[in-house]
């Protein structure tokens, strides 16, 4: 399930299921969006990119799904492993900025 | 592995000391970002430099605070007269530069002021 507040989204799910993270996008002029997943103590790790021309891209086991109508940004991991474990974020580049706008973050953690 | 770099990983200062950040990008990459996280929050942008150049410091507190790429050498963040409010991880991020370019980052620098 799902907990907003003070504390990070939380995401479980069972391993091999395929797990889905929403982010939505505050600026319609953003371009350009990446997935990263952080992991404790560590910096983000890029996952996967698209760029604002397209609407789907995939990876070695995700996916990421871009609805610019609603500013919506998804990443899907397919068969969900004990190491897909961390907080994932969706960042945005504002065309022109050079500069990336993070989202909340979700934290994702994978049941056995 | 060519990464970006931070050091150190850990750093302690008491308050009104200066702490100093270092970012040394990835092999290729001469554009060179930095960004303040606090627990449990996503990244904030701070500074965007390119060599010997500040190109956007919008996300930079005016005081204390000032970020440096020489020619040489790597990037350093400067915090003057330090506070509790400004322990935080600083992550670096270096890309191409190029739209449609990631930024990839290092492993940051936790700041903890006493």
Redesign the interface.
């Known amino acids: 399930g799902e907990s907003v507040g ?3 989204p939380t995401l479980s799910v069972q391993e091999g299921d395929n797990s889905i993270i929403n982010c939505a996008y505050s600026n319609s002029a953003s ?2 969006f ?1 997935w ?1 997943k952080q992991e404790s ?6 996952i996967i ?1 698209i ?1 604002s021309n397209m609407d789907k891209r995939q990876g070695q086991r995700v996916t990421v799904l871009l609805n610019k109508t609603v500013k919506h940004l998804s990443l899907q991991i397919a068969a969900t492993q004990p190491g897909d474990s961390a907080v994932y ?1 969706c ?1 945005e580049n504002i065309k022109g ?9 979700t934290r994702l953690t994978i049941n056995p | 592995n060519a990464g970006v770099m931070q050091n150190p990983r850990h750093l302690v200062r008491r308050r009104g000391q200066e702490a100093r950040l270092r970012c040394s990008p990835m092999k290729g990459h001469s554009h060179v970002y930095w960004y303040r996280q606090l627990p449990e929050e996503g990244l904030k942008f701070m500074v965007y430099l390119q060599k010997e150049n500040i190109i956007d410091e919008s996300g930079m507190p005016k005081e204390r605070f000032s970020a440096e790429f020489p020619k040489e050498g790597p990037s350093i963040l400067r915090i003057q007269q330090v506070v509790r409010g400004d322990s935080a991880a600083y992550f670096c991020a270096s890309s191409r530069g190029q739209v449609g370019q990631p930024q990839h980052f290092g492993d940051g620098t936790r700041l903890s002021i006493l």
Not at chain 1, 41 to 46: A, I, L, N, S, V
């Open positions: 003070l504390h990070l371009d350009y990446i990263y103590g560590k910096g983000p790790q890029f990119d760029r974020f960042a900025a050079q500069k990336l706008v993070f989202g909340q973050g």
